[in-house]
């Protein structure tokens, strides 16, 4: 199994991932595409998940081979669905109850600390906890912002997108955490062989 194949079957599944839970929002009328091409989308909602998480996979697969002085340990599947829970459920809430924003970033930030009182994250995890709410959402903000994109039913704290959307985005970090490490992990082992 080399990189450029992993980076691919990451960059197909993050198309067909993504695109399904942004079905939440489209569904629920949390957003809406000014174009939408299929099933309520537009055409490019696939590729940007794609790349997005392509791009990420590239970046720690990089890190590891220069930096990674050892091999990562693999995380539990029980923990890795554990975590794709807490951020289906997060997920969930936003699009079910996104009429109410305060009301969900509340219940997202008490989600949130829970998960970090009860795991104690390492430093990398709530570095990318960070940089994803930042990041996410400034992308989401200036994507939002062009013509012709998508808009957000109910926006908030001067923004053109929802005032829980960097919390959303703090949920996806240990999954995607969790999920680089064992990329990484077997990446790594499969190279020594």
């Given at each position: 199994?080399?990189?450029?194949?992993?980076?691919?079957?990451?960059?197909?599944?993050?198309?067909?991932?993504?695109?399904?839970?942004?079905?939440?929002?489209?569904?629920?009328?949390?957003?809406?595409?000014?174009?939408?091409?299929?099933?309520?989308?537009?055409?490019?909602?696939?590729?940007?998940?794609?790349?997005?998480?392509?791009?990420?996979?590239?970046?720690?697969?990089?890190?590891?081979?220069?930096?990674?002085?050892?091999?990562?340990?693999?995380?539990?599947?029980?923990?890795?669905?554990?975590?794709?829970?807490?951020?289906?459920?997060?997920?969930?809430?936003?699009?079910?109850?996104?009429?109410?924003?305060?009301?969900?970033?509340?219940?997202?930030?008490?989600?949130?600390?829970?998960?970090?009182?009860?795991?104690?994250p390492d430093a990398p995890t709530v570095r990318i906890i960070f940089f994803l709410a930042a990041a996410g959402t400034l992308y989401e903000a200036a994507v939002?912002?062009?013509?012709?994109?998508?808009?957000?039913?109910?926006?908030?704290?001067?923004?053109?997108?929802?005032?829980?959307?960097?919390?959303?985005?703090?949920?996806?970090?240990?999954?995607?955490?969790?999920?680089?490490?064992?990329?990484?992990?077997?990446?790594?082992?499969?190279?020594?062989?």
């Amino acid at each position: 199994m080399n990189r450029a194949w992993i980076i691919t079957v990451v960059f197909a599944a993050s198309c067909i991932v993504g695109a399904t839970l942004d079905q939440i929002h489209v569904r629920s009328g949390a957003l809406a595409y000014d174009h939408p091409w299929l099933l309520g989308q537009a055409w490019w909602v696939p590729l940007q998940f794609g790349f997005a998480f392509a791009g990420l996979c590239a970046f720690a697969l990089e890190v590891q081979r220069r930096f990674g002085s050892r091999t990562p340990p693999m995380t539990a599947t029980s923990r890795v669905v554990q975590q794709a829970t807490w951020f289906l459920a997060a997920y969930a809430i936003t699009g079910l109850l996104h009429q109410r924003p305060w009301t969900v970033a509340a219940i997202l930030g008490v989600m949130l600390a829970i998960r970090i009182v009860s795991v104690r994250p390492d430093a990398p995890t709530v570095r990318i906890i960070f940089f994803l709410a930042a990041a996410g959402t400034l992308y989401e903000a200036a994507v939002s912002s062009l013509p012709e994109t998508f808009d957000y039913a109910v926006t908030g704290a001067g923004m053109p997108v929802p005032v829980w959307l960097p919390l959303l985005y703090a949920h996806g970090a240990p999954l995607l955490r969790t999920f680089m490490k064992n990329v990484t992990a077997q990446l790594t082992v499969a190279s020594a062989r």
